[in-house]
């Protein structure tokens, strides 16, 4: 798993997550459980990591 550091959107926190490993797998699951859908996204990066895109505090919706 790495956080990534983003300029210019400082309301996001970006994390990868490496499928391959059993337990980033869970951990990205359990990530994306504990925040609201609204308040998340997920983007595939290839077959074997993802990237999660979390906007606390509404963000999201604040972008849109």
Same mark, same amino acid.
């Given at each position: 798993?790495?956080?990534? !550091?983003?300029?210019?959107? %400082?309301?996001?926190?970006?994390?990868?997550?490496?499928?391959?490993? !059993?337990? $980033?797998?869970? $951990?990205?699951? %359990?990530?994306? $459980?504990?925040?609201?859908?609204?308040?998340? %996204?997920?983007?595939?990066?290839?077959?074997?990591?993802?990237?999660?895109?979390?906007?606390?505090?509404?963000?999201? %919706?604040?972008?849109?």
């Amino acid at each position: 798993m790495a956080i990534i !550091p983003n300029r210019g959107t %400082e309301h996001t926190v970006w994390v990868v997550y490496d499928l391959r490993d !059993p337990d $980033q797998w869970e $951990q990205a699951r %359990e990530d994306r $459980q504990s925040w609201a859908k609204g308040l998340s %996204e997920v983007h595939t990066l290839d077959v074997d990591h993802i990237l999660i895109a979390f906007y606390p505090g509404g963000a999201l %919706e604040a972008a849109a």
